[in-house]
């Protein structure tokens, strides 16, 4: 099982949940489980309101596929390069910011920062 910290500045401390690895839930769907505030709107991955900043913890680090409406709202914030792109697809390497709407929870320790404040990470 895999362990998801959230932190921000909205929360009093940060918060640790252990997330059922391969249950294909977002992000989102766990904070929303587990009253973590990060803010969101379309849950649909256009809107931008739940960007946050994904951090490996573990010495495992698992590239996480990116949705194409991904991928267009994080390179229009300038969140995500061209080459950050091609890295999280060639080479599994997954890229510094995501929409927690998007990001499936994988099998490994995660820090999970966002800002509290609708499309800022």
Excluded: W
Aim: proline residues 7%; contains cysteine; charged residues 25%.
């Amino acid at each position: 099982m895999p362990n998801v910290t959230f932190s921000s500045p909205s929360l009093h401390k940060d918060v640790t949940i252990y997330a059922v690895a391969g249950d294909r839930g977002t992000i989102l769907a766990l904070a929303q489980k587990h009253s973590i505030p990060i803010p969101f709107d379309c849950q649909n991955g256009e809107c931008a309101s739940c960007l946050i900043e994904v951090v490996p913890l573990s010495g495992k680090v698992m590239g996480m596929d990116l949705t194409e409406k991904e991928k267009t709202v994080l390179k229009s914030l300038g969140k995500i390069s061209a080459e950050e792109i091609k890295r999280a697809e060639n080479d599994d390497i997954p890229p510094r910011y995501r929409l927690a709407c998007q990001t499936i929870i994988r099998d490994e320790d995660i820090l999970v920062r966002f800002s509290g404040e609708p499309g800022g990470a």
